[in-house]
């Protein structure tokens, strides 16, 4: 019983590991779970999109590869729906 949860857990993670990396990713990225915040406290100018200043200000100089993997449509913004894929693609709850 123990080895099978162990084999599933084992599974799950694995699987979790290719899916993100192997659709999300192009570049690779420092933990996720430390860009875990609300879209809103980030866009401090108020227009719905995050810059790369925004952003730089937010995290404290983040890797620049992590705004560029984040910003999937290339524009040098941040809007919401990308924010939330890049969230929900690592698992990351809401930001309260």
Known sequence: ???SV???LILFL?????????????????DP????????DMDTD????VSQDEFNTFFKNP???????????????IDH???HKFKEAHGLKHAE
């Open 1 to 3: 019983m123990k080895l």
């Open 6 to 8: 162990y084999s599933i």
């Open 14 to 30: 694995l699987a979790l590991t290719i899916g993100c990396a192997g659709s999300y990713h192009k570049t690779p990225m420092p």
């Open 33 to 40: 779970a430390s860009f875990n915040a609300h879209f809103g």
């Open 46 to 49: 108020g227009d719905d999109l």
């Open 63 to 77: 890797d620049p590869n992590v705004f560029k993997t984040i910003d999937m449509n290339g524009d040098g913004a």
């Open 81 to 83: 729906d990308e924010w």
